[in-house]
């Protein structure tokens, strides 16, 4: 930016400056509670600090006119727009959001991903990774569009998807980006902690692991076969059998795991969640079945099945033993669906 277009844009922020005395109004102070996940007194002083100060980046009403609407349908008015570019540039600079954390309103919402299609100003991955700041290129998914010819695009997060939309508002506001959202679980597993692991919070001192072969650091990210925990659909059958399509009627053993409790969303759909940690976790315990995936393409069709809503997370499973074996049950280390959403 130049020094005619930073004067411009400081003349621009001051022409909307409120005298100090002035308080942001209820209905603005509730939009950006349900935007940004504040509390009111939190929602309240952002939009205060953001009114008074002069060098933060605004839209000209050119550019806010000519946005995706679906900005405006989530309930973005071109103020709390400006403010979400903000939290973005911020976010996909310092890898970290610098505004105040919401546990009720953020985790579903950081978690969204979506394919983005390189194409205009940002038609590679060099260029992608050079606007957006990122360590390393990012990987190129090839897919069709609708006339069946070749498209290329990369896997973005949420907050670089508000990067991106920030930046071509500013480079190049004509230019509409494509982005196609992934419904899909996230599977992350750490190498060197039991991070996620359903019921323990692996940063506390009895939860950290020691060295390879430590079995907390297992399944490993691309570990297979591995043992599955299903409690809700997925123990059925007929369902599992359409979903990976296999010839024979799938082979479950009886199961419980410990460390989480199941609720309900949505009013119909079973959630796993973690057990509350000041009752004694490893206390609940879930009853369910096991399953053995196989590959990556079977836990790609289960992760697409139950959305972004959940998680894939390490767990302990108890699984009954066949009768003709001595032991009643051995316990192995597995994974299962964890719920990221709102209960209820």
């Known amino acids: ?196 692991t359903l019921g323990i919070d692996a940063t506390l001192p009895q939860h950290r692991t020691r060295s390879p072969p430590d079995p907390a650091l297992r399944p490993a990210q691309d570990e297979y076969p591995v043992w599955y925990f299903f409690y809700g659909t997925l123990a059925d059958p007929n369902v599992l059998r359409r979903l990976l399509e296999l010839d024979r009627e799938p082979t479950y053993r009886p199961a419980k795991i410990h460390g989480g409790v199941l609720e309900a969303w949505a009013g119909k759909y079973k959630a796993l969640v973690d057990a509350p940690p000041t009752m004694g976790s490893e206390k609940f315990v879930v009853e369910g079945s096991a399953f053995l995936v196989q590959n990556r393409g079977q836990e790609e069709a289960l992760c697409r099945y139950e959305t972004d809503q959940y998680e894939v997370v390490r767990c302990e499973i108890e699984m009954e033993r066949a009768e003709e074996e001595e032991e009643e049950e051995e316990t192995i280390r597995g994974l299962t669906f964890r719920f990221v959403g709102e209960v209820g």
């Open 1 to 196: 930016m130049d020094t005619w277009d930073e004067l411009e844009s400081m003349a621009q922020a001051a022409s909307f400056q409120p005298s100090p005395e002035d308080e942001p109004d209820h209905d603005t102070v509730k939009r950006w509670q349900a935007l940004f996940g504040y509390t009111y007194a939190e929602a309240a002083k952002e939009i205060r600090d953001k009114r008074r100060d002069l060098g933060r980046p605004t839209l000209s009403e050119a550019s806010w006119e000519i946005l995706p609407a679906d900005k405006k349908v989530e309930g973005f008015d071109k103020e709390a727009y400006e403010h979400a570019c903000w939290l973005a540039k911020s976010s996909v600079r310092h890898g970290v959001a610098t505004r105040p954390q919401s546990a009720k309103n953020t985790t579903s919402l950081g978690r969204q991903t979506y394919l983005f299609k390189l194409q205009g100003p940002l038609a590679s991955p060099e260029t992608l990774q050079a606007a957006l700041g990122l360590d390393a290129t990012p990987a190129v998914l090839g897919e069709s569009n609708d006339s069946g010819e070749p498209a290329a695009f990369c896997k973005v997060s949420a907050a670089e998807k508000q990067a991106i939309l920030c930046l071509l508002s500013d480079k190049d506001p004509f230019f509409q980006p494509t982005f196609v959202r992934c419904s899909v679980a996230d599977k992350v597993l750490s190498a060197f902690s039991a991070h996620p």
